[in-house]
């Protein structure tokens, strides 16, 4: 039943995604505090997250991609270049990411020693946190107001529009009647 | 009916920034604020072969060819934290990394709103044009 409701509304879906999202990366970033397994894994799973979260607004990215050398809002024309370099640079954090892992599994032989990918990897995660802060601050009132849509709606339901046909019709005044004869 | 003006969370906007402030402060003086504009000079002496990380990667601390083997564990596991557990003490990085976020959004915020309020202005002062 939730999980209809989430699909019918894709703005909730997107907000607890993106929560979900936001409180993985904010952790996988500090390798000290989760470990190096838990690292590994949970930066896998923000990849796949990722790339949800690119599917979710698949609509923006065609229609901006397709308007984005013709007349487009400014801020909608940052966004776009700054969800390009968030894009290359976390899936550049992911290859190294598992090129250079320990834990789970995979052996790359030489093509890990082609390039430096645990210096490649440390920057782009780095670099990663100041493209998504600004990708956050460049969505807060999105996330202003769906979060309270969402997450702080402690309002009482409004009273539904069958309601209002109980109300008293009202009358119209003397001059009204005036104007109109 | 009079239009319904377009109003700023004024009120709100200075509780966050506020919050932000003293949480910065807060993550200062329990020593878990790192300078995050040295990933940027990092990222341009990439080509170099140096550059300064954030904060003190364990994993940086290793020389070429010196990292240690897949599930190795030894001395490399210990700095980083046990596979499979997570370090509690290491907590205050992942707050910086939070307040990180919240603090670019509130100066973007903050300059948005401070632009908004002069560009209104400039056009109030500005004399308007008569219409006949």
């Known amino acids: 039943m939730k999980r209809k409701a989430l699909i019918k509304n894709p703005s909730k879906l997107n907000l607890f995604v993106d929560l979900v999202m936001a409180l993985a990366f904010v952790t996988v970033m500090e390798l000290r505090f989760t470990g190096l397994q838990i690292h590994e894994l949970l930066g896998l799973a923000i990849a796949v997250a990722f790339l949800t979260h690119i599917i979710l607004h698949w609509r923006w990215v065609v229609s901006v991609t397709l308007r984005f050398f013709k007349q487009l809002f400014h801020e909608s024309r940052l966004n776009y270049v700054l969800n390009l370099a968030l894009f290359v640079d976390l899936f550049i954090a992911t290859l190294s990411g598992i090129v250079i892992s320990r834990t789970l599994g995979l052996d790359f032989g030489s093509f890990e020693r082609a390039l430096p990918w645990e210096r490649l990897h440390t920057l782009t995660a780095d670099f990663s946190l100041m493209l998504v802060a600004l990708h956050v601050a460049l969505h807060w009132k999105w996330i202003v107001s769906h979060s309270k849509k969402y997450l702080f709606n402690f309002h009482l339901p409004r009273p539904k529009a069958r309601n209002l046909d109980t109300q008293p019709v009202p009358v119209a005044t003397s001059s009204q009647n005036v104007s109109a004869s | ?132």
């Open chain 2, 1 to 132: 009916m009079a239009a319904q003006r377009k109003t700023t969370p004024i009120r709100g906007i200075i509780i966050f920034v506020v919050l932000v402030i003293i949480s910065g402060i807060g993550l200062y003086a329990t020593n878990n604020f790192d300078n995050p504009l040295s990933a940027v000079t990092g990222l341009f002496s990439l080509g170099a072969g140096g550059g300064q990380e954030r904060g003190a990667r364990p994993d940086g601390d290793f020389a070429e060819g010196t990292r240690p083997e897949r599930g190795g564990g030894g001395d490399f596991d210990e700095r980083v934290g046990e596979n499979g557990s997570v370090n509690w003490s290491q907590f205050g990085e992942v707050l910086f990394n939070v307040w990180f976020i919240a603090a670019v959004t509130a100066v973007l915020i903050v300059v948005q709103q401070t632009f908004s309020f002069f560009t209104r202005w400039m056009r109030q002062r500005s004399p308007r044009v008569a219409t006949t």
